[in-house]
């Protein structure tokens, strides 16, 4: 060891020690005291059994996002349970995990990196949650940085739509992601220990994977509770040919010219380049994590920490023909206020094939310290039934390699904290006030350093409340936020005062449907890269610029909704428009410097459209056998303000799927087809439609333990080549291709 990895380690440990010592604990009551939210959606199972299956027709969703659960002013909400995560889970990332959902795509960077796109809406305007707070990693801030979840060592996963999820923050202002994990006990176990584990192996990508979770009780009211998972695959394998048409197309016109001009060894090297096909180079991955925690339970109140780790080295798919080359040591550096002013600053330079120096393979070393609190403090009868506090600790360290060489190291220090108080039931009125307060710490040092230091602090008021008993209810949430954002080597800091704020009228007249309308306007701050950024980023093989000067985004929004019961399934139909001013967007800008694109954030009006729709319908339903048909569909549609397409919006996604279900088997069979997206932004290739196929077997062998679980699934049965429009990678890395999965999963 290192002494700068001990000195790391150390300091980590040292510091959650402090913390813990401080009595910082966090909130969150167990599922038995959460309000049941709208009916006609899937009821996720209890905390008495993590993987209790619950085969009875879908009921009731209960939230458990921190304030979120006490009110219903999402039109939208979907719940992955444990059986979903295992049925789904491929790549790791959660972005892949939740493409089937209505409205959820995922930017697909890489197998080792991929994010959810809610709504069109991906980036700084998507909080990915771990119970009520950020991951406090920085996969928000580029398409690149992976996402510090491991999806099969969680509980289930919330994710969250509508005008009321700017409860936590206005990063949210497009949706959030909770994931509900089990690190900091809540409850007894009924047992004197319970043990999960999980393990799984494909055939597209070589995985093995495995991960276990014990739960002990120490004496009446103490529980321990300690994880770990690890994963590790190959090079994917794809349908067809790595590259886009569009970038053959450009490969071969080189291999054409570079053969004019007499030099065949380098176009021979453009023509194997255009010619690439099955696998996917410098695409595998491996990660592990641990987490352990400690929950006392006292009556109607509990407290709770946890310590974690997250590791993951995963390989950057470099668009075929580029290669990285220092030039002798040249040394990028963040340019001063002034040079911001005048234009990019001088870069390393990118060279193509047959013009020198050995290609580099780049990969991502990403470490994540966590340190975890909670605590619900039951207060009685008085005006407030219950003190709700949740705070996180996180030091995070990211690495992009090289070859050999470190070429740029990203540190994160960070802190969020929450406060929540939770009325007591007066009459017909009903809510929750808090506050919260977010602090970041960046530090980038390296030859692609492209953003400058810089600090972010964050506090927040927020309220939402319910008034009414009757078939009309009104409900409403507000958010204020003050955010400071200082870049300290340039010498500025940008304040911004922003207010949110909510209203909705509920319709519950006609029997088990719910219908709304909702209304919000949100504002959020520029973040630190969307301002500040200026170099050369090698992951994203982009020349991405900020602006200092960018203005606080606003955006107005009308939801309309309508779920509940039809028959013997359930439905959701959700419609929504968002009209945003001075809306903050990535765009390519047609120019290169040193042989990269650059891209720039700018900023101008735009306007979000699209439609929701979801049908779960018993076909066959009597004792013994049960066979399903479940239809979604979403669409959504953005244009700019002088008429052009919002880059990176995802096309219209129909699924449609049959599932017979037994006692001991579960048979599944979907059909997934993502249209056309001809709406494209300038410079933006476009994309074609596929049609994913996919079939899945589970079997339950133990009659008195159904939670033991064998699975073999079919993923993209017709080896499609597939490419999602939200990536910024689309062009060079298509989906995995035809793959055969096997996993078990286990209870006890």
């Known amino acids: ?173 497009g949706g959030a992601v909770n994931v509900i994990d089990k690190r900091i006990p809540t409850r007894m176990p009924d047992e004197d220990f319970h043990l999960d584990a999980f393990g799984g192996v494909d055939s597209a990508t070589n995985l093995r994977t495995g991960a276990a979770s014990l739960d002990v009780g120490i004496g009446s009211n103490l529980v321990f509770h300690v994880d770990g998972s690890w994963r590790k695959t190959g090079n994917a394998e794809i349908g067809g040919f790595q590259l886009s048409p569009e970038l053959r197309e450009e490969l071969l016109e080189e291999a054409a010219e570079k053969q004019a001009d007499g030099e065949p060894e380098e176009a021979a090297e453009y023509r194997e380049k255009a010619g690439q096909r099955g696998v996917i180079a410098n695409s595998d991955v491996e990660s592990w994590t641990v987490n352990a925690g400690l929950g006392v339970i006292l009556g109607e109140s509990t407290f709770g920490a946890s310590l974690g780790w997250y590791d993951t080295n995963y390989g950057v798919i470099k668009r075929p023909g580029l290669k990285h080359d220092h030039g002798g040591g040249l040394v990028v550096a963040v340019a001063p206020i002034a040079s911001l002013a005048a234009g990019p600053i001088p870069a390393a330079p990118i060279a193509g094939p047959g013009d020198g120096g050995e290609e580099e393979i780049v990969r991502i070393g ?258 013994g056998l049960r066979v399903l048909t479940d239809l979604n569909a979403s669409y959504v549609q953005a244009e700019l303000a002088d008429g052009s397409a919002v880059p990176r919006i995802p096309p219209l996604s129909l699924l449609g799927a049959l599932e017979a279900q037994t006692d001991a088997f579960d048979v599944r069979g979907e059909v997934q087809w993502l249209a056309k997206q001809d709406r494209i932004a300038a410079f933006e290739t476009e994309t074609d439609s596929f049609t994913l196929v996919n079939a899945l077997v589970a079997w339950r062998p133990l009659a008195d333990n159904r939670n033991v679980t064998l699975q073999i699934a079919a993923d993209n049965i017709l080896d499609v080549n597939g490419r999602r429009h939200a990536s910024f990678t689309k062009d060079f890395v298509p989906l995995i291709g035809r793959n055969f999965r096997a996993s078990v999963r286990l209870s006890f």
């Open 1 to 173: 060891m290192t002494f700068n990895t001990f000195r790391l380690v150390s300091s980590r440990l040292a510091l959650a020690a402090v913390i813990g010592a401080c009595g910082a604990v966090p909130a969150q009551a167990d599922d038995q005291q959460q309000k049941q939210a709208a009916p006609g959606t899937a009821q996720p199972q209890s905390e008495d059994d993590l993987h209790n299956r619950d085969d009875q027709p879908t009921g009731n969703i209960i939230v458990s996002a921190v304030g979120l659960k006490e009110l219903d002013l999402l039109a939208g909400t979907s719940v992955v349970e444990i059986k979903d995560i295992q049925r789904n889970v491929v790549t790791g990332q959660i972005g892949d995990l939740l493409t089937k959902i209505p409205g959820v795509s995922a930017t697909s960077f890489a197998p080792g990196s991929s994010r959810p796109v809610l709504r069109g809406q991906q980036g700084e305007r998507v909080r990915v949650l771990v119970d009520g707070i950020g991951t406090s990693d920085v996969s928000n801030t580029s398409v690149d940085h992976a996402t510090t979840i491991e999806p099969i060592t969680v509980e289930r996963i919330e994710v969250l739509r509508g005008p009321a999820v700017l409860l936590y923050g206005s990063q949210a202002i």
């Open 366 to 623: 990403l470490q994540q310290f966590r340190a975890d609190f909670k605590g619900d403090v039951y207060l009685g009868e008085g005006a407030f039934e219950r003190l709700k506090l949740r705070a996180g600790y996180s030091d995070y360290t990211h690495t992009e390699f090289e070859g050999a060489e470190v070429g740029t190291v990203f540190d994160s220090t960070s802190l969020e904290a929450r406060a929540e108080l939770v009325q007591n039931t007066d009459g017909r009125l009903r809510g929750s006030t808090g506050l919260q307060y977010q602090h970041r710490d960046f530090f980038a040092v390296g030859a692609e350093a492209y953003i400058p230091p810089n600090l972010t602090d964050q506090i927040a008021i927020f309220t939402l409340q319910e008034f009414g008993a009757g078939p009309f209810q009104i409900e409403a949430a507000a958010r204020a936020e003050f955010t400071k954002v200082k870049a300290q080597t340039l010498r500025i800091e940008n304040d911004y005062d922003t207010v949110s704020g909510a209203l909705g009228l509920v319709y519950e007249g006609v029997p088990g449907i719910r219908m709304g309308i909702n209304g919000s306007r949100a504002e959020r701050a520029p973040s630190a890269e969307e301002l500040f950024s200026n170099g050369p980023h090698i992951a994203t093989q982009a020349f991405e610029v900020g602006d200092p000067d960018l203005e606080t985004e606003t955006a107005w929004g009308l939801e309309a909704y309508a779920r509940g019961n039809i028959g013997a399934g359930t439905f959701n139909l959700t419609a929504y428009r968002q009209w945003f001013g001075n809306y903050i967007f990535l765009e390519e800008t047609g120019l290169e410097e040193d042989d990269l694109p650059v891209f720039e954030y700018l900023q101008q009006g735009a306007d979000f459209w699209g439609l929701e729709a979801e049908l779960n319908y018993p076909l066959i339903d009597r004792e």
